[in-house]
């Protein structure tokens, strides 16, 4: 701001509750990238939990089976995508 000017009344001077929600942008990957992101969590999910059963402490035996089932849940809301209509 220039020197001398009074700032002008607007979404700086408003509280949070009461300014204007931002704009939700998503950008959705086409199929082949949704089938190649899913492939990758298919194979997540099956390395980490061959990693759990032979994890010889159960600290890391949980830590694997933590992986595998954020993998296997990644890759079924990949699923789901690749099965929703195009919108």
């Known amino acids: ?6 700032p002008s009344p ?6 949070c ?4 929600p931002k704009a939700k942008v998503s950008i959705l990957p086409d199929k082949p990238e949704i089938e190649r992101l899913r492939g990758i969590q298919e194979r997540r999910a099956r390395q980490e939990g061959e990693e759990a ?5 159960p600290a890391e035996r949980e830590a694997h ?6 993998a296997a849940y990644l890759r079924d809301r990949l ?3 690749a099965a929703a209509p195009d919108e």
């Open 1 to 6: 701001m220039r020197p001398g000017r009074r």
């Open 10 to 15: 607007g979404l700086a001077s408003m509280p």
């Open 17 to 20: 509750t009461q300014q204007r």
């Open 53 to 57: 059963e032979q994890a010889s402490e």
């Open 65 to 70: 089976e933590r992986r595998a089932d954020k």
């Open 79 to 81: 699923e789901a995508q």
